[in-house]
């Protein structure tokens, strides 16, 4: 069964019964949240997350000065009169007064309500959550996100995911906030009046958890998890541009130890995300797939190669020469890693495992771009001489590079190829159907993915959330003639968008896997208005696109 058309207006697949009901409950409708008119104790709403066929984990933040008991309560009905699980938390200052458990012994594939009570009876907002399906499953959605960043526009891809009423599950690929100072990223021209970041960068624990509170009192945001169990991963910007294992470009030596920075960014994540302590897992939707999640930024990242300083260092005339030395010698060398050997070899086998389970489909939910994606030498056509002399170098840079087979973006799956086909060789050997999610680059792609002839998959690769893409950085060229060179430089790139924002919409089936792109009317301004969709589907078993 296709996806269906996005609403046209707020709540339109909404039945009047079940709105009401949503109203009620504060699970619909636009502005501020119900909770702001409920106890103000429970500062920034509900979540849920990490969902199994049995379990699921709940969120919520309750203020206190001293570690206080919050009960909970997990029903099949909006009334609470059906209660399946109930327990109490610990909300505790040294985790910034958040609370998170589990709640077991559940029923697969099903709805449930959940709400927080605190020591004076006061109750949170109410939430709604999913288990997984078990079995025979015919259908499966997945609202995906990545790189939201407040101070460039309003989040109107989660208003309308919120709104549309046909997910079961939220994923969000990373860069769920980001890092920097106010004014750096975005400027003050750019930046949306209201919607400015916190005054210093975040470097510290404290600077990490104002970061949380920020993004958090957005009410599209709070919606969100309030309506829908997230499965979320960092990016780079939960801790610093560009992270890798042992340091980021925006990190600075005088901004402290990077173990130090890591890890507190890591624990006011784990704080205020409904989120395991697990780097790396695995979700199984029924007999229809398993969604895998891995960690491409902390564990074992090696530092990216530093492209343009091979165009920096050629002689005169010889920078394709350079190239060609680099892309035959540092960039191939198999040492240089994304996920890490303990890594690779538990999806190597998990692949295997979904597989043996005859499982259609194989998802691997993950933060960077992985197909071939070379510069178009057509990126410089019509650029005013008034361009920046750094962009200028920059763009002729990445364009040499094509010309020798080298890919523009050392930090996505380019720039590690020996750890992308170790990736594609086990999903070959496991007869995996791999369906690759991914974000981090703003823009929108989809990509048959290869390797020496043989088909791998399939990429669909979701636009930001507000970051903006092409049309910021190369602001001359139309978005249908820069769409057009790329996908025609580019063997495996079958389709882009690189200037506009929103979510992707992901339907698995037995028989296919369709990815939806939804672009939103603008992000300048608060509405869930769409400009347009762009549809792509992939058969079981093809490994690439057929629409």
Request: with cysteine; proline share 6%; net charge positive.
């Amino acid at each position: 069964m296709p996806l269906p058309p996005p609403p046209p207006a707020p709540l339109a697949q909404t039945s009047r019964r079940t709105a009401l009901k949503l109203a009620m409950l504060g699970l619909a409708g636009t502005g501020a949240p119900v909770l702001a008119r409920r106890a103000r104790r429970f500062s920034h709403g509900v979540a849920s997350g990490e969902p199994g066929h049995d379990k699921v984990l709940l969120w919520t933040r309750y203020q206190t000065g001293q570690d206080t008991q919050v009960k909970w309560e997990l029903a099949e009905d909006d009334a609470f009169a059906k209660i399946a699980a109930h327990g109490e938390g610990i909300a505790a200052p040294a985790h910034d007064c958040c609370v998170k458990v589990w709640a077991k012994g559940l029923r697969p594939g099903q709805w449930y309500y959940y709400r927080f009570i605190g020591d004076g009876g006061e109750m949170s907002v109410t939430g709604r959550t999913r288990t997984l399906p078990a079995g025979k499953t015919k259908r499966f959605r997945m609202a995906v996100f990545s790189c939201s960043n407040l101070g460039f526009g309003f989040f109107n891809a989660y208003a309308h995911a919120a709104e549309a009423g046909d997910f079961d599950l939220a994923v969000h690929l990373g860069d769920y906030f980001y890092e920097y100072q106010r004014g750096d990223y975005p400027s003050p021209k750019q930046v949306v009046p209201g919607r400015e970041a916190p005054i210093d960068e975040a470097v510290t624990l404290e600077g990490y958890r104002d970061r949380f509170r920020t993004y958090r009192s957005d009410a599209d945001l709070q919606r969100l998890h309030q309506l829908l169990p997230m499965v979320a991963m960092w990016d780079d910007h939960e801790t610093a541009n560009d992270t890798w294992a042992g340091g980021a470009e925006n990190h600075q030596p005088n901004e402290g130890d990077w173990a130090t920075r890591k890890a507190a960014s890591e624990k006011a994540y784990r704080e205020w995300m409904p989120v395991a302590d697990e780097f790396y897992t695995a979700y199984e939707i029924g007999g229809l797939a398993t969604l895998f999640k891995v960690d491409s930024r902390h564990l074992a990242r090696s530092k990216p190669l530093d492209l343009f300083s091979v165009f920096k260092g050629a002689a005169p005339g010889q920078a394709e020469a350079a190239y060609a030395h680099f892309r035959d010698g540092e960039w191939r060398d198999p040492r240089h890693t994304l996920l890490g050997a303990k890594q690779e070899r538990w999806l190597a086998s998990a692949l295997k495992a979904s597989v043996r389970a005859r499982k259609p489909w194989q998802v691997l939910g993950q933060q960077i771009v992985m197909g071939e994606q070379v510069m178009s030498a057509k990126v410089v056509d019509g650029m005013p001489a008034a361009t920046p002399d750094w962009l200028k170098a920059r763009l002729q840079a990445n364009i040499v590079a094509g010309q020798a087979g080298v890919p523009w973006n050392m930090d996505a799956w380019g720039g590690y190829p020996a750890a992308r086909g170790r990736l594609y060789k086990a999903s070959l050997e496991a007869g995996a159907n791999l369906v690759v999610l991914s974000g981090d680059s703003h823009n929108a792609w989809a990509f048959d993915l290869n390797r020496g002839g043989s088909r791998v998959g399939v990429e669909m690769a979701g636009q930001g959330v507000t970051s903006p893409g092409a049309e910021g950085t190369l602001p001359w060229l139309k978005p249908d003639d820069l769409a057009r060179d790329m996908v025609a430089a580019n063997p495996q790139l079958k389709w882009c968008d690189t200037s506009q924002r929103g979510y992707m919409a992901v339907e698995l089936t037995p028989a296919a896997a369709t990815s939806e792109w939804r672009f939103l009317a603008s992000v300048r301004q608060p509405g869930t208005a769409l400009a347009g969709v762009k549809r792509m589907t992939v058969l079981a078993g093809a490994r690439r696109y057929s629409v």
